[in-house]
């Protein structure tokens, strides 16, 4: 088995970001084993860390950001290429500004920044995601398979069609990632944009320090003032985004993975949910359950009581930040009974309700020993999105946005597959349990 690696020594960069174009500077850091990829905010009053995993992604168009409360760090796609592609498993890296910075538009500066550091190994096995079952992730005519797969290793390929576009036509690539082959084949690869599209970017005040010397424009006879690396550059910055994105599994993967005109977006949906099975067979394997909490537990901390506990289990759990529960939907719930008859529908009112447990959940995890209970105070925002019918699987989350010695305040979505079903901001007083 192998073991986890870190960088041995400190390393630094600097340069302004791809989309913003403020300056920031990067400190690399050893992390110690099982720590995993970290990012921190240096410029804000306390800085914040963000640990590099699918859940914590924002969303964002055309790029990779990971957000934590109301702090984000944008961009951060090509430094975790580079850092997956290293094979590294824990590292800090500190950024003193919003967005990385953007370099050359490749992922070159920062894998040689990082393998000038030195890896060295810990004394601890690395942790590995074997896709053993197929998953798709589809938008339209893109989509992006991760696929079982005989060899050791995680191998890629790209199918980027711009039939239409004789500037770029269609280009496809396959690669078996390692990081001598990232560092031939992949790292020195550029972001790029059609013509039209810079025009719209800049207009709308994005990435209006840079030229096509710094990013490649693409029209119809090629890169404008500039020159292609590789005959088929652009296939291969795909690949490199996607290498990025796949990061955020938090785990060496072990499959394959086929993508046809695959961008971040789909990148990061296909990242979640091999990131939620590599989670589950986790603790599958260490409790024998997915669940963190099951019922029994939850009836321990919950004071509702059947019918009206609308939480079956936990699934996840980060500190007093951030809770993933599931709600099974039966026939057999109550209020089918009357809403509506011959057209089975779940209240909307519940749903919020079923929210407003787990976000208890999620506090009592800050409350458990303070005598404290968090009551409803307030939702806003509230948003029902579709229909919940019996079969469908309520995934409940909440994220906390304020928590306070007498009030809190979290961000929550219940969703039915990939689908947001409903939406609100719930605000809870909290009060002592004695008074109830």
Partial sequence: MKLQKTIKNEGKMRGRGMFGGKEAKVVFRPAPADSGIAFTRTDVPEPVRIVAVASNLAERSRRTTLKKGSVSIETIEHCMAAVNALEIDNVIIEVNGPELPASDCSCAEYFKVLRRTGIVEQNVTRKEYVIDKPITVTAGDACIYALPYSDDGLSVTYDLDYGGHTGIGRQIFSCRLTPDSFERHLAPARTFLLEAEAKQFQARGMGAHMSPRDILIINSDGPIKNSYRFPNECVRH????????????????????????????????????????????????????????????????????????????????????????????????????????????MPGVLIVEAMAQVSGLLFAQRLEHTGKLAVLLSMDNVKLRKSVVPGDQLILIAETMRLRKRTAQCRCKAMVGDAVVAEAQIKFMLIDDEKL
Avoid: M
């Fill in 238 to 345: 795909k690949i490199v985004d996607l290498v990025g994105d796949l990061g955020l599994v938090g785990r060496a993967l072990k499959g394959r993975i086929v993508a046809y005109k695959s961008g971040h977006a789909l990148n990061q949906q296909l990242s979640r949910k091999l990131y939620q099975a590599a989670q589950q067979q986790e603790r599958i394997a260490k409790f024998g359950t997915d669940a963190i909490l099951d019922i029994r537990q939850i009836s321990k901390i919950l004071p509702h009581r059947y019918p009206f506990l609308l939480v079956d289990k936990v699934i996840e759990i980060e500190g007093d930040t951030r809770i993933k529960a599931i709600k099974n939907v039966s026939f057999n719930e109550q209020f089918f009974q009357g809403h509506f008859p011959g057209t089975p529908i």
